[in-house]
């Protein structure tokens, strides 16, 4: 299954952007991840299925929030804001049936198309 991710662009270094994506019903936890040219994927973000859990790599603490919609489950955010340019890549959301959280980019069954963010100067 693929997942709908949307909301990547092209933004000044200081502004924000909201990506957001939607899994399958028997969705649990979800997370995202990044890719940089020539880069293997990353880990950004995840949380787990209650969205009561959450966790950041280092670089994008207290910028990125990651959260899911109260009613749908399985339909997660990513708040990025005071945007750097080395945040400059191709997201990826992530989704795994199990509630648990993981930044182990193996550990997802299902991703999205990836969504294009520029950050520029």
């Known amino acids: 299954v693929q997942l709908q991710a949307s909301g990547g662009g092209l933004v000044q270094a200081g502004g924000s952007l909201r990506l957001s994506c939607t899994g399958p019903q028997d969705t649990g936890s979800m997370g995202w991840f990044r890719q940089f040219p020539g880069k293997e994927r990353e880990f950004v973000a995840v949380i787990n299925w209650s969205g009561t859990n959450t966790y950041y790599e280092d670089s994008v603490k207290g910028r990125f929030t990651i959260s899911k919609d109260n009613a749908a489950k399985n339909t997660v955010y990513l708040q990025m804001n005071n945007l750097k340019l080395e945040d400059s890549a191709v997201y990826y959301c992530?989704?795994?049936?199990?509630?648990?959280?993981?930044?182990?980019?193996?550990?997802?069954?299902?991703w999205g198309q990836g969504t294009l963010v520029t950050v520029s100067s």
């Open positions: 992530a989704a795994r049936s199990s509630p648990f959280m993981t930044i182990i980019l193996t550990d997802y069954e299902h």
